[in-house]
């Protein structure tokens, strides 16, 4: 498949995973209602401007991590927080068990761009990828010069992976 031949538009759902910020705030969902603390679920929105339909802030807890994304109807799911290597950190361990295919190239490349900014640092970032039940989902770190790079990736690829996703030729 060409690049040209991937979908014209795509919705995305943003989910924020952080226990300090649920606990100060709750399960918190709606575009409009993301907080002003969170800067990288903030940063995705900005990104993606109307193509996002829907933000879940959620806990780092596997069920709340995997609700959030099963019940997702859009077609780009971007996670943000989780994806460290402290104990809580499980934003990985949740969702890759879920992946129908990987997009183990998600990771490399982000590791690759990352290196060029925070040099050998790039070797602790887990971020991944994969498709789940048609949508893309990605899974980012929570910081937001993370975040940044991250979407750059996103952003220049996401149709195109969907498209893949659903065999569409």
């Known amino acids: 498949m060409h690049r040209h031949e991937a979908v014209e538009s795509y919705t995305a759902r943003v989910i924020t995973v952080s226990t300090s910020r649920f606990e100060k705030y709750g399960r918190i969902e709606g575009v409009e209602n993301i907080p002003e603390d969170d800067g990288s679920g903030r940063l995705i929105a900005e990104v993606l401007g109307e193509r996002v339909k829907s933000y879940v802030l959620v806990p780092d807890d596997a069920a709340e991590i995997r609700k959030a994304v099963v019940e997702s109807e859009e077609d780009v799911v971007i996670i943000t927080g989780g994806t460290g290597l402290n104990p809580g950190d499980i934003t990985v361990e949740a969702i890759e068990p879920l992946f129908e295919k990987r997009l183990d190239g998600f990771g490399e490349i982000f590791r690759i761009e990352s290196y060029k900014e925070i040099g050998y640092s790039a070797i ?31 952003v220049s690829i996401a149709k195109h992976v969907i498209s893949h996703a659903r065999g569409i030729r």
């Open 124 to 154: 602790l970032s887990r971020a991944t990828a994969g498709i789940i039940d048609g949508k893309a989902v990605f899974c980012l770190p929570g910081s937001k010069n993370a975040v940044r790079l991250g979407m750059e990736i996103v």
